[in-house]
Nanobody, 118 residues
Framework: VQLQASGGGLVQAGGSLRLSCVAS????????IGWYRQAPGKQRELVAA???????KYGVSMRGRCTISRDNAKNTVYLRMNSLKPEDTAVYYC?????????????WGQGTLVTVSS
């Protein structure tokens, strides 16, 4: 499984970004997938996740300011982020957990850096 994230960059506070993550090597439409982020000196945290059935859940940090969606035809998950704040500065990773029957294996993309200037 390979995950290729893109869409990060430098944005001013209050701005918006859309991140994309293309998955390969999995049965994407059957998989749950999500976005995490990690700021310098902090633990990685959930931003948003979407199930194979389209159910979504959001972490506390960006709830109400982001939307996760998926396009199964393109094997792609998106994260639309609005009203960005400097504290949203982090590397954003897409995550795809697969259960092989002995527990989950988590696949991670390489991350895309989001920098929000004040």
């Amino acid at each position: 499984v390979q995950l290729q994230a893109s869409g990060g960059g430098l944005v001013q506070a209050g701005g918006s970004l859309r991140l994309s993550c293309v998955a390969s090597g999995s049965t994407f439409s059957s998989d749950d997938i999500g976005w995490y982020r990690q700021a310098p000196g902090k633990q990685r945290e959930l931003v948003a996740a979407i199930s194979s059935g389209g159910e979504t859940k959001y972490g506390v940090s960006m709830r109400g300011r982001c939307t996760i969606s998926r396009d199964n035809a393109k094997n792609t998950v998106y994260l639309r982020m609005n009203s960005l704040k400097p504290e949203d500065t982090a590397v954003y990773y897409c995550n795809l957990p697969l259960d092989y029957g002995l527990g989950y294996i988590h696949y991670w993309g390489q991350g895309t850096l989001v920098t929000v200037s004040s």
